[in-house]
């Protein structure tokens, strides 16, 4: 799986957008980017995948760079409840890879009042 | 509300004891996932489950057991604690699958072996 690369941590006001981003240049074209949050003493909570194309959910929007070498979670109005740890993964889904969700240092973003 | 249920949420063992995580989802999800989380190691698989009866093992599956009689349900155990057990567990399930799927994971069990 392609390693990826976070800042380790970041601020963010209550009710303004929360912009986290994630470098993984050695991306091959077959891997997904995966974003998850574990908030403390819970399990990682999954927020949103793509391949190549935005993505958006209930949760968030997904912003891939044409060349898929970085990508960006965008949280478009930021509550003290997003206060997490943010990861974002990269991996093929399936085949041999089942489980192998590598989380690294990931994110952590603190949403103050 | 659907997802992954944990039992225990906390568990105190003795070196030697031994103990079952149960696991359950409601999805109807094909693949399981028990995990270990320990402070600054991240998440690591210790066994997984592509169906019903199924089980492989994962990154770190010595001293540690799984069984899959149904579908729901994914079982952790564990025959002889001991202290480098110590840890959260996590179990997760997924639909997995080619087109890239998100995993739901449990709440954890926090297991101390004393």
């Known amino acids: 799986d392609a390693k990826t690369t976070q800042p380790p941590s970041m601020d963010c006001a209550e009710g303004r957008a929360a912009n986290l981003p994630c470098n993984h240049s050695?991306?091959?074209?077959?891997?997904?980017v995966y974003w998850y949050r574990q908030i403390h003493s819970q399990g990682p909570q999954y927020i949103i995948h793509?391949?190549?194309n935005n993505e958006t959910n209930e949760m968030a929007s997904l912003i891939i760079t044409e060349d898929r070498k970085s990508s960006t979670l965008i949280l478009p109005h930021a509550t003290l409840r997003d206060t997490a740890v943010y990861y974002c993964?990269?991996?093929?889904?399936?085949?041999?890879?089942?489980?192998?969700?590598?989380f690294g240092q990931g994110t952590i973003l603190t949403v103050h009042p | 509300n659907a997802g992954v249920t944990q039992t225990p949420k906390f568990r105190v063992l003795k070196t030697g004891q031994s103990m079952t995580l149960l696991c359950a989802q409601d999805?109807?999800?094909?693949?399981m996932y028990w995990y270990r989380q320990d402070p600054g190691m991240g998440l690591r698989l210790i066994h997984y489950?592509?169906?019903?009866?199924?089980?492989a093992k994962g990154e770190v599956p010595d001293g540690y057991n799984v069984s899959r009689l149904k579908k729901q349900n994914f079982l952790l155990g564990l025959e002889s604690a001991a202290p480098s057990q110590t840890s959260v567990y996590f179990c997760?399930?997924?639909?997995?699958?080619?087109?890239?799927?998100?995993?739901?994971f449990g709440s954890g069990t926090r297991l101390t072996v004393v």
């Open positions: 999805m109807n999800h094909e693949y």
């Open positions: 997760a399930s997924s639909r997995e699958a080619t087109g890239g799927y998100g995993y739901t």
């Open positions: 993964i990269v991996r093929v889904p399936g085949g041999t890879s089942y489980g192998k969700l590598t």
């Open positions: 050695t991306i091959s074209g077959n891997e997904y």
């Open positions: 489950s592509v169906g019903e009866g199924t089980t």
């Open positions: 793509g391949l190549k």
